[in-house]
């Protein structure tokens, strides 16, 4: 891998001060609770509103479309700021991380003023129609389909594990749009659904922890206008994708867990547990390290550079050390999950445990990633 290295600027060193503050003053008003996995089940659209009010949504987007044009670094520090702190973003993660740039690189005119500003504002959430009962992994053998018909598509078939769809407002659903070839890559493509259309059914799959989080989605004959494809038909998986690179090595692959590692450090500071801190340590060093990879593959994602092969390398190592914290801190401390805990730390040792099998999972399993991984370092 040949990743940058960044420094902050003295500017966005201020911008990190400017968003702490404000999320420190949220959560000491009670805003918000932290909360480990916050990013994906700390679905909040109210704290999405007061997030958008900051002009934090689409913060790297044209200004004619709402946005503010800053760098995808001043991004970086945003979302890792809401990540230390665990704060409730997930209501408009997807829309803000997938879909605007989405829309950006492949939607028409109409569909990137219609929805782009709505977001920004945060009052627009999407959710991700990829994975299906018998289609996750091999996302080519999707079957859900849609037949043609005058001035638009209806949509036959089932989504599963569709996070926050419940709170979503659209979803960008991976269709077929031909029947299957021989190359099955062909002949998919990407519509906007209105989750509130006829047809469409949501119904919960519910967490470990009882939370409802993901969903199973159906779609009984539903129609979408011929203005809601976004890019051209049968060029889903192309566009999908390019999707995928802004899903995988951000800074949530590597600090779901970041609330429960930090308050073990702070108790094992109060209990001046010199063994134990020397084990914190270690993670941290870790952490550093996974940190400037994938601060490295943000930078070169903005200058317009492929990055396949590390983002499935950041990925498939992040979430590897997001579920070793949980086990880390069970040999470090005496703690007793539950969800219900007045004490932080126990409450963050619940959630962390029981969400973490999800990490090597969500985004592209472990296998997969290792994949894609060794097939690109052979092409070298
Ligand atoms: C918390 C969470 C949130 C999610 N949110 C969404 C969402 O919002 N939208 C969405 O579309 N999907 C979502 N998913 C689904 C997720 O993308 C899929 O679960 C994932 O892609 C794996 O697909 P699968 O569950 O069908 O497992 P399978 O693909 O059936 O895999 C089963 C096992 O086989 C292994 N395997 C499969 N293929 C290979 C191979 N080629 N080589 C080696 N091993 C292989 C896998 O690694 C895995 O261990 C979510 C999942 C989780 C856990």
């Given at each position: 891998?040949?990743?940058?290295?960044?420094?902050?600027?003295?500017?966005?060193?201020?911008?990190?001060?400017?968003?702490?503050?404000?999320?420190?003053?949220?959560?000491?008003?009670?805003?918000?609770?932290?909360?480990c996995d916050s990013w994906l089940s700390g679905s909040d659209p109210?704290?999405?509103?007061?997030?958008?009010?900051?002009?934090?949504?689409?913060?790297?987007?044209?200004?004619?479309?709402?946005?503010?044009?800053?760098?995808?670094?001043?991004?970086?520090?945003?979302?890792e700021e809401f990540l230390a702190i665990g704060a409730p973003v997930a209501a408009h993660w997807f829309a803000d991380r997938q879909t605007g740039p989405l829309l950006l690189r492949f939607g028409t005119e109409?569909?990137?003023?219609?929805?782009?500003?709505?977001?920004?504002?945060g009052e627009c959430f999407f959710a991700i129609g990829l994975s299906e009962p018998n289609s996750g992994s091999d996302l080519a053998s999707v079957r859900t389909k849609a037949e043609k018909v005058e001035g638009g598509w209806i949509v036959n078939g089932a989504k599963t594990w569709t996070s926050n769809a419940q709170d979503a407002h659209f979803m960008i659903t991976l269709v077929r749009t031909e029947p299957v070839s021989e190359k099955k890559h062909h002949g998919l493509s990407q519509l906007i659904v209105d989750l509130k259309s006829e047809g469409v059914t949501i119904a919960p799959i519910r967490y470990l922890?009882?939370?409802?989080?993901?969903?199973?989605?159906?779609?009984?004959?539903?129609?979408?206008?011929?203005?809601?494809?976004?890019?051209?038909?049968?060029?889903?998986?192309?566009?999908?994708?390019?999707?995928?690179?802004?899903?995988?090595?951000?800074?949530?692959r590597i600090l779901s867990t970041f609330p429960l590692l930090n308050e073990t450090i702070e108790e094992l500071k109060r209990r001046q547990d010199i063994n134990g801190l020397a084990h914190a340590a270690k993670l941290v060093a870790e952490l550093w390290s996974l940190r400037n990879l994938s601060i490295g593959v943000a930078k070169v994602l903005e200058e317009g550079g492929e990055v396949g092969v590390p983002a499935a390398l950041v990925k498939s190592v992040g979430t590897k050390f997001e579920q070793k914290i949980p086990e880390v801190v069970r040999m470090l401390l005496d703690v007793y999950p539950h969800l219900q805990a007045e004490r932080d730390l126990d409450r963050f040792l619940a959630e962390s445990t029981?969400?973490?099998?999800?990490?090597?999972?969500r985004g592209g399993t472990s296998e997969v990633l290792y994949g894609i991984i060794a097939k690109g370092v052979l092409a070298r």
């Open positions: 891998m040949n990743l940058p290295s960044v420094q902050f600027t003295k500017e966005q060193e201020e911008f990190r001060v400017e968003v702490r503050t404000f999320l420190q003053r949220e959560l000491q008003k009670g805003t918000f609770q932290t909360k109210a704290f999405s509103k007061l997030i958008a009010e900051q002009g934090w949504i689409g913060l790297t987007w044209p200004k004619e479309y709402g946005g503010a044009e800053r760098s995808s670094i001043d991004r970086y520090i945003l979302t109409f569909q990137k003023k219609l929805f782009l500003p709505k977001i920004v504002k922890t009882g939370e409802h989080h993901f969903n199973d989605v159906f779609f009984d004959n539903v129609f979408v206008a011929d203005d809601m494809v976004v890019g051209a038909i049968g060029n889903g998986w192309a566009q999908g994708l390019a999707e995928l690179a802004f899903e995988r090595s951000g800074p949530e029981l969400h973490a099998p999800g990490f090597t999972i």
